[in-house]
């Protein structure tokens, strides 16, 4: 079954960087929108960023300019850099992707999550 596993969050001090992978895998036939959404404790999971196929890249507005997301159609691979991290950005990180699988299906799938933790 399609599946799709986060790595790279951790402990940052404020300012510093960190970049975030996912890889999707299993029965994928094709994959069209992949993105990072956040959600951190009492609050709603929010976008991050999203990369269609075709078409403009989707950043938040309180990550733009700090995020660059990319993909690799090859590897069925996502990743977010960021950098210059802020304290409002501790969340836990959940990566998204829009699959067709080898069943036919269409469907959303989200990744565990990976914990991003930002100190003063």
């Known amino acids: 079954q399609v599946q799709l596993v986060e790595s790279g969050g951790g402990n940052v001090q404020a300012g510093g960087s960190l970049r975030l992978s996912c890889v999707a895998s299993?029965?994928?036939?094709?994959?069209?929108?992949m993105g990072w959404y956040r959600q951190a404790p009492g609050k709603q999971r929010e976008l991050v960023a999203t990369?269609?196929?075709?078409?403009?890249?989707n950043y938040a507005h309180s990550v733009k300019g700090r995020c660059t997301i990319s993909r690799d159609d090859v590897k069925n691979t996502v990743s977010l850099q960021m950098s210059n991290l802020k304290p409002e950005d501790t969340a836990v990180y959940y990566c998204?992707?829009?699959?067709?699988?080898?069943?036919?299906?269409?469907?959303?799938?989200w990744g565990q999550g990976t914990q991003v933790a930002v100190s003063s």
């Open positions: 299993g029965g994928i036939v094709s994959i069209r929108d």
């Open positions: 998204y992707a829009h699959i067709l699988n080898n069943r036919g299906r269409w469907s959303d799938y």
């Open positions: 990369r269609p196929v075709g078409g403009s890249t």
